[in-house]
């Protein structure tokens, strides 16, 4: 076998590979190198179409990803526990209010992140208290329809 | 009445002793691996039949299939007046189906055909079972370089298809119908998960070892033809090669999908 079809085959291999590569570390946010960040936890009572993987804005920018939804049941009430994946390092007031918000009307859900104003910071893996839930629009056009509004 | 039976238990009779006999060529092939000597050179030989000189062509088509789909989704889209979505339509389906299920059919044609002829040439001209004559294992000789060499240039090529694909959507959508070039990106990458980029890549493999054990079986048996001897059955081995891989390729990405998704 002469040297041209073996550098045939080291240039498909090679363009073969830089493909993969941008396709799973790019596109697959594969995180390899990515060990910046904290991760925080808000408790919701709906987060109707908040699906995994989804933004988190601050002020329209994006800062991080939701990393998981769970469940959680207590004695009162049921609740949605969302973990907020950051990923950049910052430093969030105890009174930052996340609520979920729909990117247009019809648009994807994410969750936006308003800091407060108080001295003391959020540690990595709190819970974020003052939450907004999911804005259910049949129920708004619901209630102005049949004279819930005052 | 015996004859009615007949007819109906024939060709079941037949499939099932064509699966199994592409089974057993399979777990021969793939068990030939470990044994076969000098299998890396022959293993290079293949890629470079099977990859390197695909990639040209493989390039062509994703590029033309990427702009067809930013065409397509473009005018599907601006009804809805969600144009931003163009970047998860092309991506999604190239990586999902298209770049996987095209690959595959397209390395069929390319390569999957001039296999059956090679080796359906060297049995009716007696060279395998020459092989065989001089203790050289023809299966480990002529199939397992061609197994490993797919399994490696499949996934490859389909990584190509599918990037030079979305390059293809940006031509049409960003370039030609002036989309917003940030939201393109932006939408590729927040629709496009390690999930679907992963099963992308499985079914590459899949269809590769699919596509290469049918037509390596097809040359190889090309003498066991019932319908014809000697050249033309090699013609026709390579026509049912061609016809049998592709029909597998599109049920078998079925069968992935609905076990993935």
Not at chain 2, 250 to 256: F, K, S
Request: with cysteine; aromatic share 8%.
């Amino acid at each position: 076998m002469n040297t041209n079809r073996y550098a045939a085959v080291g240039v498909f291999v090679l363009i073969g590979l830089l493909c993969v590569a941008y396709m799973t570390i790019k596109l697959g946010k594969m995180e390899v190198f990515n060990d910046k960040g904290f991760e925080l936890k808000a408790s919701f009572t709906n987060v109707s179409g908040l699906r995994v993987g989804a933004d988190i804005e601050m002020a329209g920018v994006p800062v991080g990803k939701v990393a998981a939804i769970d469940l959680v049941h207590t004695q009162t009430q049921t609740t949605a526990l969302v973990t907020l994946r950051f990923e950049r390092d910052m430093e969030l007031p105890d009174d930052t209010i996340a609520s979920v918000r729909t990117a247009g009307l019809i648009g994807d859900k994410f969750i936006d992140v308003a800091p407060g104003g108080s001295e003391e910071l959020l540690e990595a893996g709190d819970t974020i208290v003052d939450t907004e839930p999911a804005l259910d629009l049949g129920s708004l056009i619901g209630k102005y329809a049949f004279g819930g509004v005052k | 009445m015996t004859h009615f039976f007949a007819a109906l238990g024939r060709p079941v009779w037949d499939a099932l002793i064509f699966m199994g006999s592409v089974a057993i060529f399979f777990c021969q092939g793939v068990q030939q691996t470990v044994a076969s000597s000098r299998i890396v050179q022959r293993t290079l030989r293949q890629i470079h039949v099977i990859g390197s000189q695909s990639l040209f062509l493989i390039v062509l088509i994703s590029l033309f299939c990427g702009m067809v789909l930013g065409l397509q989704g473009y005018y599907t889209l601006i009804k809805f007046g969600s144009v931003g979505f163009l970047g998860s339509v092309v991506s999604l389906s190239l990586i999902r189906e298209l770049g996987p299920v095209l690959t595959a059919i397209m390395l069929t044609g390319r390569a999957g055909s001039s296999m059956t002829a090679e080796i359906g040439v060297m049995r009716i001209s007696d060279q395998i079972d020459a092989l065989d004559v001089m203790d050289i294992n023809s299966v480990s000789y002529l199939v397992s370089p061609r197994l490993v060499a797919s399994v490696i240039s499949f996934p490859l090529l389909t990584a190509v298809f599918d990037v030079v694909g979305i390059v293809g959507g940006y031509l049409t959508g960003v370039a030609l119908l002036d989309m917003n070039q940030g939201a393109y990106f932006y939408r590729i990458s927040s629709s496009v998960t390690m999930t679907d980029v992963g099963c992308g890549f499985l079914k590459a493999v899949v269809f590769g070892l699919l596509v290469t054990t049918v037509c390596c079986h097809q040359g190889y048996f090309a003498d066991k033809r019932r319908d014809s001897v000697g050249p033309e059955a090699v013609g026709n081995a390579t026509t049912s090669a061609v016809v049998i891989a592709c029909v597998l390729i599109l049920a078998a990405d079925y069968v992935l999908t609905s076990l993935f998704l």
